[in-house]
């Protein structure tokens, strides 16, 4: 055994390794935890609030869930939510803003109209818009350059007062200083301590980083497209490649848009469609976005990781056979050939706007500017079994006491919900004891019953 021996390693200080470091110090009796990140500070990749759209993501506004998978990430965003009100972090970390889904034109409007009347349950607080009050909430979305409406029909479904925003890098700092507040606990967190190797040697995982040599009793690597490269290093997860998706934005020179705007996805497209969001940390300013686009490398604005790219791919027939699916449709086709297109200088703005004036109808290439250095990566994995892409977050539990987790959106959002499907994994796995009853009072919702009147709302 090393001094620097624990109970459990988090690997990876992103918003989801944070999450996961905060539950295992309250909710279980572990004694020893510690933490391995890999730069000089929390969340400096995908949970930069520069490389998201900031978003709660709950379910009621986007329009590619499923009601089944709107349920459950309600639930988990909710935890969010209860967290910072736990902690006062509202208007600090958490941010409370209108948010609509819209439907232009006719098909576009009876998807929205049908989609409320089936989302309502589960989402109470839900209005449908027509043209006349989305004019009064968002008169952006309303009137073209020259002052008038714009010629189409258009509904809105969405909420006023409802918390939709987050900075994600925040609310991992606050994961942290509320855990290594706990006493009688050891809680470690190293910097700079990038992840070479894992062994796992008898029943102990040694864990060699760039500084040091650390050994744990379990292990969870939260290490975005890092955790599947790590995972293939250790012999797990080779049903699996990782295609790494870039995703830009553009940033308006002042706020345009009140609140969030989405609009219809389309089914054919697993990436997530255009949309608007007030920016909290530039003023709140609208950032328009995300573009998506294929990146061969696991770090966007990082040097290096190309050939690590290669590795996790694992490029064989399978990942053939599920491009070829993909690009055979017409659809996909033009939409990677668009996204391409948005990031080439010149041409990229006078593009993205014809597409960005379906929310913006004025909308025009001086109103704004490409947002440098804002972005991600995402992991989406590749199923070669199924042979097609994986849509939201994928987990390997290998069952002997190491976990790989690879969170694209909106693993942000379910971060919590995540991590306690971890934590029941490793208690059991370690036998500890894990206070559920304490978790549920503070991070469940409780669902108000039907004509409770004295449900209170932001």
């Not at 933490?35 to 929390?42: F, P, Q």
């Not at 972090?89 to 929205?112: C, P, R, S, T, W």
């Not at 909430?137 to 918390?163: C, F, H, L, S, T």
């Not at 804002?374 to 290998?398: C, H, W, Y």
């Amino acid at each position: 055994m090393t001094q620097h021996h624990y109970n459990v390693i988090v690997v990876g200080g992103g918003v989801s390794g944070a999450a996961l470091f905060y539950e295992l110090g309250r909710y279980t009796d572990a004694s020893k935890i510690c933490l391995l990140e890999k730069y000089g500070s929390l969340a400096s990749l995908n949970s930069n609030g520069s490389a998201n759209s900031q978003t709660i993501h709950c379910g009621d506004i986007e329009t590619n869930y499923t009601l089944e998978k709107a349920a459950a990430v309600k639930k988990t965003a909710k935890m969010v939510e209860k967290y910072c009100l736990q902690y006062k972090l509202e208007d600090k970390v958490m941010f409370a803003h209108q948010k609509l889904a819209i439907g232009v034109g006719f098909e576009e409007v009876a998807y929205i109209k049908n989609r409320f009347k089936e989302f309502k349950s589960l989402y109470p607080y839900l209005e449908l818009y027509n043209k006349e009050q989305l004019a009064e909430m968002e008169p952006a979305i309303i009137y073209d350059k020259n002052g008038q409406e714009r010629p189409e029909d258009i509904v809105g479904m969405g909420a006023k007062g409802e918390y939709t925003t987050c900075d994600f890098k925040g609310l991992s700092d606050s994961f942290i200083d509320e855990t290594i507040k706990i006493k009688d606990k050891v809680t470690d967190i190293f910097f700079n301590n990038e992840v070479e190797n894992i062994q796992k040697i008898g029943s102990t995982y040694h864990i060699q980083t760039t500084m040091s040599h650390f050994t744990a009793d379990f292990v969870v690597v939260n290490a975005g497209a890092h955790s599947l490269f790590l995972a293939h290093k250790m012999g797990h997860g080779h049903d699996f490649g990782c295609l790494p998706m870039a995703g830009s934005f553009y940033l308006a020179d002042r706020k345009i848009l009140n609140g969030k705007v989405y609009m219809v996805q389309n089914p054919k497209l697993p990436f997530a469609a255009l949309h608007g969001d007030p920016d909290i940390l530039v003023n709140g300013f609208t950032r328009f976005g995300p573009t998506a686009l294929m990146l061969p490398k696991l770090e966007r604005f990082r040097s290096g990781t190309y050939l690590d790219f290669i590795k996790t791919l694992r490029f064989d027939h399978n990942i053939i056979k599920i491009f070829y699916d993909l690009l055979k449709d017409s659809d996909i086709r033009n939409y990677v050939l668009k996204n391409f297109m948005f990031e080439v200088p010149f041409i990229n703005k006078k593009l993205f706007v014809q597409d960005a004036r379906k929310i913006v109808p004025s909308l025009t290439e001086d109103d704004i500017s490409y947002a440098k250095g804002f972005g991600g990566v995402r992991p989406q994995i590749l199923d070669k079994k199924k042979q097609k892409i994986m849509l939201g977050e994928a987990s390997i539990n290998t069952g002997e006491g190491i976990i790989f987790n690879m969170t694209p959106s909106p693993g942000a959002t379910s971060c919590l919900g995540n991590a306690v499907r971890d934590v029941e994994v490793i208690c059991e796995h370690l036998n500890l004891k894990f206070n559920k009853k304490q978790f549920e009072d503070e991070l469940v919702d409780k669902e108000p019953t039907k004509g409770d009147k004295n449900v209170k709302r932001k």
